[in-house]
């Protein structure tokens, strides 16, 4: 296959499939899914299939895993990616009506960061990487799962940190399912999915924007969560921000803080000026060892925590054993508390919810949350460069 030349139409054979509106595709809901799957919409979308027929697993349940994921573990690792195997196998029982043709599951080397500049700015954990492989051998130890059910299995690697690469990679991935696909096709359907996860994000960076200020408005506390993507999953982060929302407290998550450049510098600015930092984005004061981008994230919202006077406390979610989490325990602690922001973690999830436990922690944040905010925000206030930008704002 020659794709040297650009915008060669290069032609790829392929043996029967149903043409592209009808291709029902699976893509397993977890991992690395949660921050990209605005991507892998825009993409497909791009290439001509339903969005109707792009189905994505359900959220991470003990009933998913009991059913579907039961005798197909490989190796043990850490529960985020134990419990693929339960998505791929609810996947591949779906009823004649819905089966799926593809089960897509990308291994992404590498994610999108609004951080660059880094030592390392967009490299993902390499379990998390890896996971397809790992889970894929689970379901070909006794017989091909997938070939038994007449479902195609896709697991490109994916460098999405790099556009002009993934767009190469990605070429000869969809070829294999995709009849008469074309570089150019697959380039400009690249651009679309950046294109649909920069919408997102920004929507969402929007919403987080609004929420502070109508917190510095109302002189109202908000907490953060800093956690992975993947902790979204009810299944994996067992909804504790959305049991402490439950107590009023408006809930920010750090991937999508707001990036805005005035309330960067009103909040860096004189860092900047000072050469402490070489911008409103840089961790290098805080954290010089950066290794991956979930990592340089978790760190830079921790620094946003801690000069902005609204939020009053943070949660702090990691998995069991998760090595790459575990170096940042200290400094992001560190970096919270002497602001004189409320740190709270949960650093030991895993596959059960311990009910009871979590039930008195949550109970005991939204105490010392309800004792506590009015002073914390007004000692980050009266500590904070003057003419905030969000208290500026005009009501709705």
Known sequence: MDTSAAGTETRIAHGALPARDKLRLGIPRVLNV????????????????????IVFSSDTSDEQMREFGKGRGTVDSCYP?????AHYGELLALDRHRRIDVLFSTMIYSVPSFLHG????????????????????????EGDAFAARGVRYVAPLVALGEPDMAARQLLAALAEFLPGVTRREVEAAVRAGYAALEAFAAAARRQSREILENCARLERPCLLVLA???????????????DLQAYGFPVLWGQYLPTDPDLLGWMFGAEVAAGQVRSGLDIADVWPSSYSANTNEILWAAKFAARMPWIAGVIRLSSYECGMDQP???????????????????QDLDSTKPAGAVRIRVETIAHYLARDAAGIIARKRDASPPDCPLAAAPLP
Not at 34 to 53: E, K, N, Y
Not at 81 to 85: E, Y
């Open 81 to 85: 990616v134990k419990c693929v195997s």
């Open 34 to 53: 949660w921050s990209t799957h605005q991507f892998w919409i825009g993409l497909f979308g791009a290439l001509g299939l339903d969005a109707r027929r």
């Open 228 to 242: 992975r993507p993947y902790h979204m999953d009810p299944g994996i982060g067992h909804e504790i921000e959305v």
């Open 118 to 141: 880094h030592v390392v700015d967009s490299l993902a954990c390499p379990r998390v990487m890896a996971a397809p492989e790992n889970i894929k051998a689970g379901f070909l130890k």
């Open 328 to 346: 940042t325990y200290t400094p992001v602690q560190q970096i919270v508390e002497r602001s004189g922001t409320l740190f709270f973690s949960f």
